[in-house]
């Protein structure tokens, strides 16, 4: 079995998604068109957005489908600065720098709500 490369969130504003993760991550797309946008992260890693309505073949059941992705931190300072420069530019920061029981995390939120933590594992 391979191991997955590709995360996709369904979202409801393409166009506004599109513009916050182009902003989160430094980065254009890939690809992108009127219901699907590809992002290259790192290690061959994708992130894909897809228009929930345009999803094929459709959710069953809600359509309001969650996800949370978790980008790990190198060191401590680079993640404190990360959280304080996403807080500068409007970003809901979800749940401020935190120790927990696997490391030191911060949480955003995109415009669906889709949780994107941050962490420097201990």
């Known amino acids: 079995m391979t191991a997955p490369h590709t995360t ?3 979202v409801r504003d ?3 998604s599109l513009a916050f993760y182009q902003q989160l991550l430094g980065a254009a797309p890939l690809e992108a068109t009127e ?8 290690e ?5 957005l897809w228009h929930q309505d345009k999803v094929v073949p459709p959710c069953a059941g809600s359509t ?3 996800s949370e992705l978790c980008f790990p931190m190198r060191d401590r300072d680079t993640l404190l600065g990360t959280c304080e420069r996403l807080a500068a ?18 949480l955003i939120t ?3 709500q889709h949780r994107i ?6």
């Open 8 to 10: 996709i969130l369904y």
């Open 64 to 66: 309001q489908a969650r």
């Open 14 to 16: 393409l166009t506004q």
């Open 35 to 42: 219901t699907f946008a590809l992002f290259a992260l790192n």
């Open 110 to 112: 995109d415009p669906d």
């Open 89 to 106: 530019q409007g970003v809901d920061i979800a749940q401020s720098p935190t120790e927990m029981p696997f490391g030191l995390t911060f």
């Open 44 to 48: 061959g890693a994708m992130l894909g």
């Open 117 to 122: 933590r941050y962490l420097l594992p201990n």
